[in-house]
């Protein structure tokens, strides 16, 4: 009896190389880039923890709250000036502008660490502005590399795509969080070592994943999207009882090892997602190459004609100055030049109305802990406060992303509309911290949160939906200075000014002066009573400034603003077909 001697070695050398195709599709796909952007952006929010941090700046290095109010804004500065690393963005590959990202973290937070451990002699103030500045910028450009990848992968299901990647930034104060007390404990100084280390470690891990695919979108995009969605809501449910677990009880080191190996495999489950979409893919080719290989066609003819395509979609077009057509721009939502989307009157209204939403949420994230400890709450309620905020702002960034998807398929209601409501609903949070309602900054914290998470996808998005994905890169950078002169202008000279000024006012009042390099403290609901109520004001008149721009653009998004991208879609498949 004779056994076929080289079937068994076929199969196993086609199953090894099958393996070796699909790994080798998956890795270089467009899902892995995706989830590649989600891990980037999981642990790129250091600049939301100022607040956990904060207090340890100021009592080491002997600051009054103006001056820590000074430093804040500087890292709201850094996290915005983001105009470099979005012309960088325009000319070379994401790989770039994210390897600088990784670079300018790990030297920013660096030397934060080293002044606040002492191993370096105490830094001037304008030192400490400079290394807060450079590490928050660092987020400026691997958010640009992401995130403008990513949209321009998927330009049809953008609000999503937008949503869920600032969802997972939002969540990164948590994760970080996690991690830190499962190995430093309470130890706020080797937090901000952690803050400088993991995020660069992590953008270098999955740095060439993220780049442009020449693929076209598929119908079912969006139903892959929300099935990352849905793995992403369980493992939100999960961070939020966690967080409640261990604010009723003491975790042990043990303990905190078990619930970080448990968010850990949660972190990485929206990889099952990349693999059932790939092993789609996967098969569609297998069907196409089976197919081409019974017609026999001819290789040589196909390279040609896809030259011929790709000359084609690249022939020269006319260049006209840019200068002479600033106030003739095109229709909304096609793609305006730089100099054009600044300038129109749709851009400065968004401006000026992000000014005064963002600028509010701003002051309250990063005055969280002087909040609290002036308002009486206990010390370890602070990482409960920032752990609320990153949640309920992923929570606003998912809730923006697929309810104003909605209101835009069905309802065709302008996005702009949605901003509007967030900023009137803030105010609320900033009454309840202003005239310190019991248990109020708990759910300050959790409205507080929601607004800021919503705030910068709906900027995103809108910003891109309305004059176009070309020069998206550096025009969301451009339109995101608003945060710093928001937060300049609320947490430096009015929330700052107003606690130092009543700090002052108390000390006077027991008979004592503050001395030079001590640490200014205010009690009581009267440090920011006064600041709240005037920023509630501010929101609500950038909640007016939105309800225009809600009115000059409602005749474009009555119309069908994804068609275009379909139909380019719908045409670079025909032409491939027909190849």
Known sequence: MEFPKHHGGENIGSGWKNTKGFTLQVLTGRWFMFFSSLMIMSVSGASYMFSLYSREIKSVLGYDQSTLNLLSFFKDL???????????????????????????????????????????AKPQVWKMCLYIFIG?????????????????????TRGIVIGLLYGYLGLSAVIITQIYYAFHENDSKSLILLMAWL??????????????????????????????????????????????????????????????????????LPLAVVMVEE???????????????????????????????EKGAQAPQKQVSCWKNIFRPPTL??????????????????????????????????NLSQIGKSLGYPADNITTFVSLIAIWSYMGQIAQGVV???????????????????????????LLIAFNVPKGVYAASVIIGFCFGANWPLLSSIISELFGLKFYSTLSNAASMASPIGSYLFSVRVAGHLYDKEATRQLVALGLKNKPGEELNCNGSECYKMSFIIISGFSLFGALLSLILVLRTRKFYRSDIYKKFREEARTAEDEIGAT
């Open 199 to 268: 995020p660069t470690a992590v953008t270098f891990v999955f740095l060439l994943a993220i780049r442009y695919h020449k693929g076209v979108e598929k119908p079912n995009d969006s139903k892959a999207f929300y099935n990352f969605l849905y793995i992403t809501l369980v493992f939100v449910g999960f961070l939020m009882v966690v967080i409640i677990v261990q604010k009723s009880f003491n975790f042990t080191k043990r303990e905190y090892y078990i619930t970080t190996s448990l968010m850990f495999l949660l972190l990485i």
């Open 279 to 309: 092993q789609k893919i996967w098969k569609r080719k297998q069907e196409h190459l089976n197919g081409e290989n019974e017609n026999h066609p001819n290789p040589l003819n196909i390279t040609a004609e896809m030259s011929n395509l």
């Open 78 to 120: 850094g996290s915005s000036v983001g105009i470099i690393s979005g012309l960088i963005n325009e000319v070379t590959p994401p790989w770039v502008v994210i390897t600088l990202g990784g670079v300018l973290n790990f030297l920013g937070y660096f030397m934060t660490w080293l002044a606040v451990t002492r191993k370096n």
């Open 136 to 156: 928050s910028n660092s987020h400026c450009s691997i958010n640009t590399g992401v995130i403008v990848t990513s949209v321009k992968n998927f330009p049809g």
């Open 333 to 366: 939502g096609d793609d305006y030049t730089i100099v054009q989307a600044n300038f129109s009157l749709d851009m400065v209204i968004l401006f000026l109305a992000s000014i005064c939403g963002l600028g509010g949420t701003l002051t309250v994230v990063n």
């Open 404 to 430: 104003s998807e909605i209101i835009i398929a069905k309802f065709k209601v302008p996005r702009p509309f949605m901003l509007t409501l967030i900023f009137a609903f803030s105010c609320v949070g900033y």
